[in-house]
């Protein structure tokens, strides 16, 4: 009833030439204009350029980016619970965690056209301070479109205009990253040295389970697991990649 | 259309004893029938007791677990993105944490009634093989809610049925759980004693981050972040009890 009232709403009000582009943008990414402007304008602001609306509060993309996280979350769980019916939860989560990366949804946000509708401080601008920016921004998106149009609608924007157009699954799946020369290349370059160690072998019963930590001179960096030691190397090394965020490099 | 055709077909069937048991079941935590069966069977039916179905492949609860979870998410999410206008995602992110944690779920799971309908190796049972038993499995039931009759029905499930009545929310947010006095009860009991270290002092602009290191026996297990250095302390001492997994103890 609600999206019904904000539909008729929307045919009645008179627009900025600002809102204008933006409802047009808008329309061009996710395939219909918005019933209610106001979620998209707060999701295509970053918090660089966010005013204070009430007792320091800034009214930025980021709650819209928590709220997109989730939406974007559950629709590509239940895409691939749905394409695997004979892979495990392990699989489900490791394959999910790649569509749903920085990296892929910098990437995407790219392509459709998030970079021409997000505002942000260009002068703040430094190499890392917005390098989640576009990818944040097309989560905030997703919030909006949810608050805006609902689950229905947020899902179909996921999976038709997102998911099976940008992404080729089956790839991602064959495609492992070699995290570990990616660490290593990048040691390399600090001068320093990283070594890994066998940590734990954790017997499950019908098959094992290692836990391998990288230590970078010394200390140690991160844990990853595995049904071998190489996959846990690698783990523990996509793990470490992560936290020195070497993954845009 | 297919929940509509499942809804005609359900009317048809004729059930075993032990299904209508379960049906009544369902029907008494999740306030009405399920249209189809399957997907509840598999809910509550943990590892322990799953069947090979495909080339050693086990239909367990694990995988509804996985969507069940992100069902669970995303209206967690939308709940509190409405209830608290003015928080950021920060705020959000941690209620949002507490209400899905493996203690509260558990919890949860128990007052509804979960443990007469979830079938286990009674025998395979171990202190810590079946922690979480209850709280995973009614995350499988959210999933078989969701599968069987879509988002709407299983939001207004976790909604009226989960949330508001088994969640004092502004308790939740006023109760911040002494981990510090958890962490060193346990550590005292094995003998071992814990410190807390000063890591780095961020400058956030208009206010200042702290990151803290817990240690037992000077062996660095957990890091917190936080406002103040007590803060990050609890933060680091709440990270640290639940990688010791103290927190049911």
Known sequence: MRLFVNRIKSVFISYSKEDKALIASIKMIAGS?????????????????????????????????????????VVVAEY??????????????????????????????RTIGVPQIVRYDKKRKTPNSHKSLFGNTLEALIGAIYLDKGFKHSRSFILNKLLKPHFDIEELINTTKNYKSKLIEWTQKQSKSPSFQHLETIDKGHYKEFIMEVRIDDEPIAKGHGLSKKKAEQDAAREACLKLELEEQ
Chains 1, 2 share one sequence.
């Not at 320091?56 to 989730?70: H, I, P, Q, T, V």
């Not at 695997?84 to 949804?105: A, H, M, N, Q, W």
């Open 33 to 73: 204009k918005p019933y209610n402007l106001k979620p998209y304008k707060i999701a295509t602001q970053h918090t660089s350029v966010a005013k204070s609306v009430k007792r320091g509060f800034k009214e930025s993309n980021e709650r819209l980016e928590y709220l997109g996280d989730a939406v974007l979350s």
């Open 80 to 109: 691939l619970f749905k394409r695997y019916p004979f892979k495990d939860e392990g699989f489900l989560t490791e394959i999910r965690s790649r569509i749903v990366s920085r990296d892929s949804l910098n990437n995407v946000a």
